[in-house]
């Protein structure tokens, strides 16, 4: 049929090249898993499970752990500073909202790296903070503020909040306005229709930008590369580690899958989240 | 400017309390004036209708009242007091909105449970109020908004405001959102549901067939101002204007120049109607009747006895099914008057495009309104 | 007589209006001392030693930086055009179709939500075994596979406000379908593939990680972010203040153009 003909020219090139570029170098990490790792580094085609049993060691879970935790704690805080933002924003005028939004995402389009190096010079022994603290006497010596939890913290609700805000001003404004006065008009105070009717109406946004914000820290590399300097260790690190050092291809597979694992958990969890709450769009 | 309508007389035929007052309302967005120095009366256990084209300010007015639009000046009292100050959720009135603005996320027991839960009411109380207004508006306990039908969902829209028993209901464009049928039944049924409960409805339209069926009073509003304010007959048998004669229901007008008799029209002579006294020999004005208060007969016809007679033609027949309207010119500047018969009456399936024929009205049946083209 | 009705301070306003300019000042501060920074003779936040040129003309002379800066702006090229090529003819191919597949809705989005680390060791694993050299080359093949994605999402949604009926129209009126294509549909979609094509131009100029791993030990394929990288984490002199000004000026600048381009198109 030439239809189909014409759809397959279409789709074809596009199509081949996502199942030979990242399909097939998938499935091989998916493979790798399951197999070992030879004395120089190369792979030992013997089935096992043993890098997943070495994943859950306790000096492997530790890392694992930790980094559910730094992300959790990134999600959380992200998500506190994007609501109260993104609510305000859609509660400004309407044509001053694309405005507002495009200087929230501003900062997103540019390097990763640069504006992780931002609080490098930020937080350390002479940066901006340390140097504001001692010259205004606050403290009697610099903080150190860099190279701890807190920092690669820092690092990631600084690179992810724009989205978190773009997310969820989206689920704010599909909301339709006369649900909220109806909630007042009945009697409701102020704080009772955020809480029994726009908070629960705006959950598909919160979860959108939560996942998106824990998926990309705790696979983050980065930002705790840089801003944790080499004390703070998380998956993406020990990833990192596994191909670039020490060569342990096999673990680094397992790793990765554990890593799309819980990404795919999240995305599901979030899917069913957004499925039962309503929409309460117009 | 404004007028405070007729006294709604009770069945026992005293005059009603004033329920609302709105004292000199005006609002103001920049520099346009959306409601202009208005005064109304709302009566009690009335049906009160806001009417106008849009864009004459009967939402904002509306909302005003309902507490979602500030006044810049002016007194809104509710027995007596001055609620303006007061915030919408501290105000014994509720709105049901023209979306209907249902909790999408709640059940329909829910979303009508809502107001009263934050009025404090709990347990038992709150359950039987609950089941009384959804037996009231003939609704049972469905799941949740997005599987009911638009009447449905309009029906639990009024149950989540009447249940509050507030001092008023105001309903903005309710039957907006529902296909023709529906709405001609849910006006009967608004009409009925007024009536049952006892508390003033004010509705806001901008559909005049729809304010005559179903109110007891109309403002007719344009451009922030209240321009007649009276029943549906009141309105459709003696408009006060131009503006009110042409907005409700269908009406003839030929315009020409007051005299001394009436109203003399280029081509077609002296006219006469009714007036109210408010013209001056020489004002431009028009003369308005109803299309069924003209009766026609066929030129060949005895000739007709009213106190108006003109010749014309039959320019076009519309078939109604009850009844038959006749497109009628007279006179050579192609005015053409409409009359309404019914298609049960004597000769009326007789008439053809191209016949000669005479219109006669009689003079009290008609109006003379002054020219408010700029009003 | 008419009272004049008090005007209500609403103060949930005020709290959310402050709490968005915090927000507004903890993105802006960290770049806009940087910005600084790369103009302070002194080259340290110590102390302000007087506005100077110097550290973007001691980057003009640092080769390495010239080489990789050159080498990014190859590799966005080309496996911009590749991928706005690919994405835009698949967008074309799915949205036409009646059948909407999971699967391939799947497969569109995965590189977009798949961990960059994943993707990264996933094509290193993959060009290892394959005795596949590294270089810019497999730099490039890597930035197209996600770039296909975001090029295919981008002009997907142009297509999905398209209105057909004009194709239909034209072809009504005696055009072939060459030249509807020609004259009709790509002039309509055109913004989006520009957009789309921009926003891969920005994601490959930034891309780090993937980059990182699949360029391999050469000298010859280094570029701006890996440059970036080793210049932060092995030696922080303050030229890096420049660089990262200067990038972020560019991305600024294209992000600009891009929403112009869009805003255009839709009204």
Redesign the interface.
Known sequence: MYQRLRTFLFVGPGLAWLMFFMVVPCLLVFLYSFFERGVYGGIVYTFTFENFDRAFDPLYLAILLKSAKIAGLATLIALLIAYPAAYAIARAPAQRQPVYLFLVMLPFWSNYLIRTYAWIVMLNREGLINRALLDFGLVGEALPLLYNEASVVTGLVYNYVPFVILAIYSSISRLNPEIAEASEDLGAPSYKTFLRVILPLTLPGIAAGAVFVFVLSIGNFITPDLLGGGRVQMVGNLIYDQFLEARDWPFGSALSLILIGVMMCLLFAQAVAVNRSAEGTR | MSTDGANMLTEAGEEAATVIRLE?I?KRFGAITAVNDISLDLKENEFFALLGPSGCGKTTLLRMI???E??????ILLDGK?I??L????RPI??M???F?????MSVRANVS??LE??GVRGSELKSRVDRILETTQLTDYA???QLSGGQRQRVALA??LV?EPRVLLLDEPLAALDKKLREHMQLELKRLQHEVGITFVVVTHDQEEALVMADRIALMRDGEVKQCASPAELYEHPNSRFVADFIGVMNFLDGEVSVEGVSVPGLGVLTGRSKGDTRTGDRACLAVRPERLTVAPATAERLTHDNVLDGTLTDIAYHGQDIGLHIAVGDSGQVLVARLSAAAEGAADFRVGDKVQIGWQAQNALILPDDTTT | MSARIPRRRDPAKLLLGGHLWLVYTFLYVPILVLMALSFNDLGLPTAWGGFSFKWYAALAENDAVLRAALNTVIVAVISTILATLLGTLLAFGVERRQRRSNSMEALLFAPMIIPDIVLAIALLSFFTTLNFTLGLHSIILSHVVFNIAFVCAVVRTRLRNFDFSIVEASIDLGAGEVTTFRRVTLPAIFPGVLAGGLLAFTLSVDEFIIAYFTAGAGQGSTTLPMQIYSMIRFGVTPEINAMATIVMLVSFTLVFISQRIDRKAIS
């Open positions: 000199n005006t309902a507490g979602f500030s006044l810049n000046e002016g007194r001055d303006a100050p915030r919408p959720n501290r509720n709105l909105f023209q979306s603005a249902l909790f999408p996320h809502y107001g934050m009025e949740k908004p997005d989540r405001a509050k």
